[in-house]
């Protein structure tokens, strides 16, 4: 009998502790998982936490110069010109902190 009452413990805690797991989630706002900035096709949508100086950094470190003056667009999105190769071009840093660009 004993051992049956052991069996059923662990079973019961079995059964309760997978009724609490939480499945596997995919978010869309995923938190940055290495500081590389990312090129990316066209920006995301929501609210950024960088400051100004923030976004500049990403766009330097993602080997842009002159980057001018950044002002966030009305989807979150920090929205300026810099150079890259030689060209003038617009740039932008969404809050995933991926960089984005348009000639």
Do not use: C
């Not at 939480?22 to 609210?47: F, L, M, V």
């Amino acid at each position: 009998m004993r051992t049956s009452l052991v069996a059923a413990a662990v079973a019961a805690a079995f059964l309760a502790g997978s009724g609490f797991a939480q499945p596997a989630a995919t978010s869309h706002n995923p938190a940055i998982k290495n500081g590389a900035p990312t090129h990316t096709s066209g920006a995301a949508a929501g609210r950024n936490s960088f400051t100004q100086d923030q976004a500049k950094g990403r766009l330097e470190k993602a080997g842009y110069t002159g980057v001018g003056k950044l002002a966030k667009d009305k989807n979150g999105v920090w929205r300026g010109t810099a150079m890259k190769d030689g060209a003038k071009v617009s740039v932008g840093v969404d809050y995933k902190g991926d960089v984005v660009t348009t000639r």
